[in-house]
């Protein structure tokens, strides 16, 4: 400003006044509910509607939660100290149940001394699979994941430690005759090699080598059979079972589906197709059924291990197709990038197309694997014993006759626990992958 | 993949089915079929092994026996005489039944949602959020169990409606909600029934030709008719006034009861206290037969019922002996009953074309209208609520899945907002919301076999439960169910990728 023009003007301010705040109307949590809850007639009255709503949902169900009884050892019991304490005609829950079982419902009837077995497993398993989930954890703990199956097997069932290493040394042949083979014969020789070998090791030699070893060095720890298997640790089990074998089963037939050969396509189409038309139940019930009929006279193995291979066929078939969309959705210029160096079709896969893929894929897989979760209940039309199997058991018990709602919302909770935080994980891991062009 | 590799220089070489990519393709079909062929014959030879140890043969006879089971509820006539064959339709059915009402209830609740929780209300949104997420993230079998729950153990019994009690009837006193099932009321179909039923179906086509003349109109003259309220209209108004005249017309005639044994002329009451027994016939879901039994329990007669096809099957039933009171319509010449049987002094009305009877209290459950059962109805919830959080969220991506310039771009061109949500909006959204749609209607078929849980007679009860226990065919029974669910898939899907290609955006 000049001078001229200050001595003009009668009176100009010289300082700039402080910033002041907005009206009370117009800022923090009055504009927000204004801008949110009230800002016009009808948004009003759904205000006042849903106000409605919370009101009645919390009023049935706040004081009967509140007011529940935990130290109580039968239902009869928990209603004699709710007439005692509380006014008549008041409702409370029973959590006594709770206090009382929840170590069934968790455990169903495996040895109570056992139980860190099963704990220490899904440790093991957290650790394990913390390599695959986050990218930050260093390459070489993958190997650890590659062994940890063995041993949660080995700490979930017990018995001699021989049998699940025996095992694991087939995988060692398979592998070490394809490094051995590759080179000399060819990459198709080697594979139908490696397939081949340890099925034969499986077949002939591996039980007898298992028991010669366990005569040499006697190595056990307790056997648990799978009937004491029950609870979240039956579904865990089952659940986790499932997604981890039928992950390499899923992306083959993904490959498969996306193959040019004619008859390895036409497979694929008829296996996914056949298993995602039917319902799980219904291959629950051939499962305990029907897959005596298709194996040799006189084979008879565990029901659980029966489910854990219906299970995994199942969940192979979903996850094939959310690989397929991950592999559809790679632009076509990666394959033909990787055609034109010359790579052949499984190093293209290996190198260039699946890990791009799988990447896609991930939140897909995990939202199979969230309803494969939540699909382990169906177990117990079948006679094992999941959690909502233990509760009909525990219901029919003399002590519980009757109790309903306090299981429900335990189950529930715990199942909404897991799930939702899986959900989580995997909305994460979409906003983290999604790259530019937004 | 295409590789070339060069051109061989002398003829064929064995070597060259696994080196030459060119026929390495054929070796490794031939192989994976020879697999596949083993893998089929070893399954095959292990089951007729099994079957013959067994001493069971493979044949689909069962389905022709007796089945010698009840099922409580049935959409086309059967009792335990029938066959398992039929046994397993009556399944069908009722999977197809919990299927279509579980559809139609989850696409309402998840549209609903959907739009709901992108709401510009904070609170409205949050409350679909805690749905969808609480549906989504707990198994559907704990769902279908906790409603059951609810129904059976948290409802009054039909004992608790009597005076006194401290349940009462909702909606004007038509349904009743017990641990027994909820009762509604049931429909009759009277005189004129059909001609009711013809007038509708030639409202909708004219419905169907009405919208096209208003779109071709618009189109050629950019004229608008109303077309929202001229379907409304046509829906409406034919069938209204062809029920009110039919009820007018042939509704107020009323028609002789006839009874065999009494005299001309004599009252129900006293005819009633001559007769040990008191055999009705009527055709069921008739209003003869609605308005008979009003007659009875109006003047507190206790009577027997019996169910006939027919007028003429009504007569031969009566000549039979098998009942003793009857009514029929004034068209039937009285010349063609049976002798013995007169009209009484009561008479009947013969009904609106249609009529409603309601539920009433009898004496240990209510009687009357239609008994929808606590299984039918948990089932039906819980999958609904359960299917309808998931398509909450299709709808909710397919909305947001529109940008924004879509809108902006229809309100510059001055298009009212309902008719930007009509003709921009909704037709792009639709084409995502579809597809994921209709595969959620597949899962929701394939979970009504959670039917087990809660004892309704589905398919996978019928035909692959009690039946495979009774006869000890469980490869057969589980085969056809297997197929049953396939086909119902294979048909939904194909629809979904007819849907696809239609609606594909049309690119290069």
């Known amino acids: ?438 | 993949m295409t590789t070339t590799s060069d051109a061989p220089k002398a003829g064929f070489r064995p070597s060259q089915l696994i080196y030459d990519t060119r026929y390495r393709s054929l070796t490794i079909q031939v192989i994976a079929f020879i697999a596949l062929m083993l893998g089929l014959s070893w399954l095959v030879s292990n089951t007729i092994a099994n079957l013959s140890a067994l001493g069971k043969d493979f044949d689909f006879g069962f389905l022709g026996q007796r089945a010698g089971y009840d099922i409580n509820q049935r959409l086309i006539e059967y009792d335990s005489a029938s066959t398992h064959g039929r046994a397993a339709l009556v399944g069908i059915l009722n999977t197809l039944l919990i299927a279509v009402l579980g559809c139609a209830l989850a696409t309402v609740v998840g549209v609903l949602a959907g739009v709901l929780r992108l709401s510009k209300n904070w609170l409205v949104a949050k409350l679909m959020a805690v749905y969808v997420e609480g549906f989504r993230n707990i198994p559907v079998l704990l769902w279908i169990l906790l409603i059951f729950a609810l129904m059976t153990e948290a409802t009054p019994q039909p004992r608790d409606f009597r005076e006194g009690g401290d349940a009462s009837m909702i909606l004007g006193d038509t349904i009743a909600i017990t641990n027994r099932g909820v009762f509604i009321p049931a429909p009759f179909w009277g005189a004129g029934a059909g001609i009711l039923l013809a007038v509708f179906l030639v409202s909708l086509v004219a419905i169907f030709f009405w919208r096209r003349y208003a779109h071709r109109t618009q189109e050629q003259t950019g004229r608008i008719l109303p077309i929202g309220w001229g379907t409304l209209g046509l829906l409406i108004v034919p069938t209204a006034v062809a029920f009110l005249a039919l009820g007018m017309t042939s509704g107020r005639v009323t028609q002789p009861v006839l009874a065999t044994g009494a005299t001309e002329g004599m009252t129900l009451t006293d005819y009633a206290a001559s007769q040990q027994t008191i055999n009705a016939c009527a055709v069921p879901f008739s209003t003869e037969s609605l308005n008979l039994r009003r007659l009875m329990r109006s003047q507190e007669i206790r009577f027997n019922y019996v169910a006939v096809e027919d007028a003429a099957g009504a007569l031969a039933a009566l000549e039979a002996g098998n009942c003793n009171i009857l009514s029929l319509p004034a068209s039937v010449d009285l010349a063609t009953v049976p002798a013995g049987a007169v009209a009484l002094s009561d008479t009947i009305r013969r009904g609106m074309p249609v009529e409603f009877e309601r539920p009433v209290l009898g004496g240990f459950n209510f009687e009357g209208g239609l008994q929808l059962r606590n299984s039918l109805i948990a089932l039906w919830l819980a999958l609904s609520l359960y299917t309808g959080a998931f398509i909450a969220e299709n709808v909710r991506g397919g909305i947001l899945s529109v940008s924004k310039g879509q809108t902006e771009a229809a309100y510059a061109l001055g298009i009212k907002p309902s008719r930007t949500m009509r003709l921009v909006i909704l037709p792009q959204a639709l084409r995502v919301i579809i597809p994921p749609m209709i595969s959620q209607y597949l899962n929701l078929t394939k979970n009504s076999s959670l039917a087990i849980a809660v004892g309704y007679m589905d398919v996978r009860s019928t035909l692959g439960g009690i039946t495979i226990n009774q006869t000890g065919k469980e490869l057969e029974g589980m085969l056809l169910l297997g197929l049953f669910y396939l086909v119902t898939s294979l048909i939904i899907s194909s629809a979904m990728n007819l849907y696809n290609s239609r609606v594909k955006l049309k690119e290069r």
């Open chain 1, 1 to 438: 400003m000049s001078d001229t023009h200050a001595q003009t003007v009668s009176f100009v301010r010289e300082s700039m006044i402080p910033q002041s705040e907005p009206p009370a109307g117009n800022r923090g949590a009055v504009l927000w509910m204004r801008e949110n809850l009230f800002s016009g007639w009808f948004n009003i009255i759904t205000t006042l509607i849903s106000l409605y709503v919370i009101w009645w949902a919390l009023s049935h169900t706040m004081p009967w939660v509140i007011r529940g009884i935990w130290d109580a050892s039968s239902l009869t019991e928990c209603r004699e100290i709710r007439d005692a304490t509380l006014p008549e005609g008041t409702s409370a829950a029973c959590w006594a149940v709770l206090t009382d079982r929840w170590q069934q419902l968790m455990f169903g009837f495996y040895p109570r001394e056992l139980y860190w077995r099963p704990v220490l497993s899904l440790i093991i398993f957290l650790a394990a699979i913390a390599p695959v989930l986050f990218p930050h954890t260093p390459r070489k703990a993958l190997a650890l994941t590659a062994i940890s199956p063995f041993v949660m097997f080995w700490l979930l069932w017990g018995g001699s430690v021989w049998f699940p290493v025996s095992v694991a040394l087939g995988f060692v042949l398979g592998w070490a005759a394809w490094r051995a083979l590759a080179p000399l014969a060819g990459t198709l020789i080697a594979s139908i090699v490696a397939a081949a070998l340890p099925i034969i090791y499986w077949l002939y030699t591996a039980g007898p080598l298992a028991r010669e070893l366990e005569q040499a060095v006697a190595l056990s720890i307790e056997y648990v059979p799978s009937q004491d298997f029950g609870g979240f640790m039956l579904s865990f089990i089952i659940g986790i079972a499932g997604i981890i074998l039928s992950l390499p089963l899923g992306i083959l037939l993904a490959l498969g589906r996306q193959s040019d050969l004619f008859i390895i396509n036409k497979i694929s189409v008829g296996f996914i197709e056949i298993i995602r038309g039917v319902p799980l139940i219904v291959w629950l019930f051939t499962a305990s059924l029907l897959l005596n009929y298709f194996l040799p006279p006189g084979t008879n193995f565990d029901l659980m291990l029966r489910v854990i291979i219906m299970v995994t066929l199942f969940a192979a078939a979903y996850i094939a197709e959310v690989v397929r969309g991950g592999l559809a959705a790679l632009p076509k210029g990666q394959y033909e990038g990787a055609d034109s160096l010359g790579l052949s079709y499984w190093q293209s896969m290996r190198l260039i197309i699946l890990p791009q893929a799988l990447k896609i894929s991930i939140p897909g897989i995990v939202n199979t694997f969230i309803g494969l979760f939540k699909d382990t209940t169906l177990v117990v039309f079948i006679g094992l014993l999941d959690p909502i199997g233990l509760s009909n058991a525990i219901r029919a018990s003399t002590e519980w006759n009757g109790i309903y709602w306090e299981l429900f919302v335990f189950i529930g909770l715990l199942f909404f626990i897991c799930c939702f935080s899986m959900s989580r994980y995997s909305l994460y891991l979409e906003k983290k992958l999604q790259r530019g062009h937004n």
